[in-house]
C-alpha cells in the first residue's frame, strides 16, 4: 500500500501571533460523503460569521484558492488511479 501526505488545513494569522491567538482564521478540507469542500472559521467570530479586514481578506482568499486546488489535485488522481 503507498501512501501520500496532503495539506488540509491552514492557518492565517496576523504576523507575530501564535497559532493559537483568538483571531486565527482556519481554512480547512473537509468531507461529508459527498465529496470535499472548503470551510472557513474563526475562534473569535460568533455565530455562523466571520471577521475580516481587506489585508487580512487577500490572504484568506488566497489559502483558500490553494485549498480548492488541493482538491482538484485530489479529485483527478482519484479518477486516474481507479
Known amino acids: 500500500m503507498s501512501h501520500k501526505a496532503r495539506i488540509t488545513e491552514m492557518t492565517v494569522i496576523e ?8 483571531f486565527a482564521t482556519i481554512i480547512r478540507i473537509e468531507e461529508e460523503g459527498t465529496g470535499e ?18 489585508d ?19 479529485e483527478i488522481t482519484d479518477i486516474t488511479e481507479s
Open 15 to 22: 504576523e507575530g501571533e501564535d497559532l493559537n491567538t483568538i
Open 37 to 54: 469542500y472548503v470551510t472557513v472559521k474563526q475562534k473569535c467570530a460568533e455565530g455562523d460569521g466571520i471577521i475580516l479586514d481587506y
Open 56 to 74: 487580512q481578506w487577500k490572504v484568506i482568499k488566497s489559502t483558500v484558492d490553494k485549498m480548492f486546488t488541493e482538491i482538484a489535485k485530489h
